[in-house]
């Protein structure tokens, strides 16, 4: 996608944008359109690199999204409209779904398609002065895509698919265990990247119904691989006992995964995909599904320098209380690190009510907002921080997430807003969790981490660095003074 690999390879960066037309075509005429001043904001000149970046990829012809905005004459009719769905902010419905709130926390991540708030007015001033086209002369070239099909990873070197299923058109949510599949690796290989696709036979305009239910029947996998497949061997004995690798959950909406390098996660040889958390729901018409899993593997004879952080346990999904008719409700969950990490993700998930969520990191009485990003239930992102601004934690390091439940009728995504909620695997029970990936560090790794991180940031003492609270005590560590660790702040 023109807004890069980890925006995700499914379905549309607008899919919201779905009820545009609800708003009305643009009120301008063709010919004040035509008549721009030298001033003016135009399609040719401001949007249109706008919308090739962050856009066009889905909004394009035969795409997945609901239009296609790469001609003038695509876009001039929802000119209002994108207009409002580009100015709501970091929340459901916003264009693109990108919901890292800018104003708090690290606001460096790896292929931000979001748009600043200098385009979003330009967007505003374009739409309000008639949509003007410009001069012709003005447009960038145009975008060559890639083929819808294609991977984000790339080819991957092993792709496992799981077993067909049928979803009636009109049937109950399902949950549940699916067959394991055999990924027919006959060696070890370490997986620098992930990808999983679901392949059905919805026509490409959707099935039953203009949702993104219409589009997929999966809503999400928990799975992992394991050596022994026997169904009374649980995933915690199969890990105890070196069989099991655990990997990102799949939802739909979800971005493709790239681990870190140094730190690629082991596939294992004779392993099988199991996975006995599959969330299924009909689509509005009979449809024949799987998941295709694609890996991407480092070369071989690869051994990792740091070895992958085990999946945070951040989260509630079983004492869970929301009020009806009420928003701004707050949950709260708490881990400690028991080891130095790297954290390279974020990646919330929470059910229909979530609106929001939050991620601190609590050292010694050093209080950081990492992370606050929106949460829309339809469409469920990941972010990967950028290399030199992934959070570097102590051990010790407590990890806080706030969830904050939308439980009133302003959320579209309730069915019925006057009922309780609690816990529970459907979307109209809740989950508050954080998904996200690390890397485990030794203390000696940890101290190369942070001398490195601050050369790259070129820090002084003094300075404050979100996310990595002994980056600056790196500088001030001598052969007369100890070097920070990974313990306890004193």
């Not at 370490?190 to 679901?198: C, F, G, I, R």
């Not at 070369?299 to 701004?328: C, F, H, Q, T, W």
Request: hydrophobic share 35%.
């Amino acid at each position: 996608m023109a807004v890069g690999r980890y925006f995700g390879w499914r379905f549309s960066v607008g899919l919201a944008l779905l009820a545009l037309a609800i708003l009305g075509p643009a009120a301008p005429t063709a010919q004040r359109a035509a008549t721009a001043g030298p001033g003016d904001v135009t399609f040719a000149k401001d949007i249109a690199p706008i919308l090739q970046r962050s856009c066009q990829n889905c909004h394009r012809p035969d795409g997945v999204a609901p239009m296609s905005l790469v001609s003038y004459e695509d876009v001039r009719p929802y000119a209002r409209a994108i207009k409002q769905r580009t100015s709501i902010g970091p929340h459901r419905g916003v264009m693109p779904p990108w919901y890292v709130e800018k104003n708090i926390g690290i606001q460096k991540y790896k292929d931000d398609p979001s748009l600043s708030d200098a385009e979003i007015a330009k967007i505003g001033k374009w739409a309000d002065n008639g949509a003007p086209l410009g001069n012709p002369a003005d447009m960038p070239p145009a975008v060559k895509f890639s083929d819808l099909g294609a991977w984000n990873i790339g080819e991957p070197d092993l792709i496992v698919k799981t077993t067909e299923l049928v979803v009636k058109a009109n049937s109950p949510d399902w949950w549940g265990e699916i067959p394991s599949v055999p990924t027919g690796l006959t060696e070890d290989r370490y997986v620098v990247a992930l990808q999983v696709k679901e392949v059905n036979d919805i026509p490409s305009e959707g099935g039953g119904r203009a949702t993104v239910g219409g589009h997929y029947v999966y809503h999400h996998m928990i799975w992992s691989t394991r050596v022994d497949t026997d169904p009374n061997v649980d995933d915690l004995t199969a890990a105890v006992s070196g069989g099991s690798t655990g990997w990102p959950v799949h939802e739909v909406g979800r971005n493709a995964d790239f681990f870190d390098p140094e730190a690629g996660r082991l596939l294992r040889a004779g392993s099988s995909i199991v996975s006995n958390s599959v969330h299924l729901h009909s689509s509005g018409r009979d449809t024949k599904a799987h998941l295709e899993v694609g890996f991407k593997f480092l070369p071989k004879g690869y051994k990792p320098k740091y070895r992958s952080a085990p999946n945070r346990v951040l989260g509630n999904g079983s004492d869970i209380d929301i009020r009806p008719m009420e928003a701004n409700q707050e949950l709260h969950a708490y881990t400690v690190l028991n080891q130095p990490t790297k954290i390279t993700t974020f990646e919330p998930h929470l059910h229909a009510p979530g609106s929001r969520m939050c991620l601190e990191a609590i050292w010694g009485f050093n209080i950081q907002t990492l992370s606050c990003v929106g949460y829309d239930h339809n469409w469920v992102r990941g972010y990967a921080y950028a290399d030199d601004a992934a959070p570097l934690l102590p051990k010790g390091t407590i990890l806080h997430i706030i969830g904050y439940m939308d439980l009133s009728p302003a959320n579209k995504n309730v069915p019925d807003p006057r009922n309780w909620q609690g816990s529970g695997n459907r979307s109209v029970g809740n989950m508050f969790i954080d998904l996200g990936q690390g890397v485990a560090l030794s203390d000696d790794q940890f101290q190369e981490e942070l001398v490195k991180r601050s050369k790259q940031l070129k820090l002084t003492r003094n300075d404050v660095v979100i996310g990595c609270p002994l980056c600056s005590a790196a500088l001030a560590a001598t052969p007369d003074t100890p070097r920070p660790t990974g313990g306890q702040q004193q």
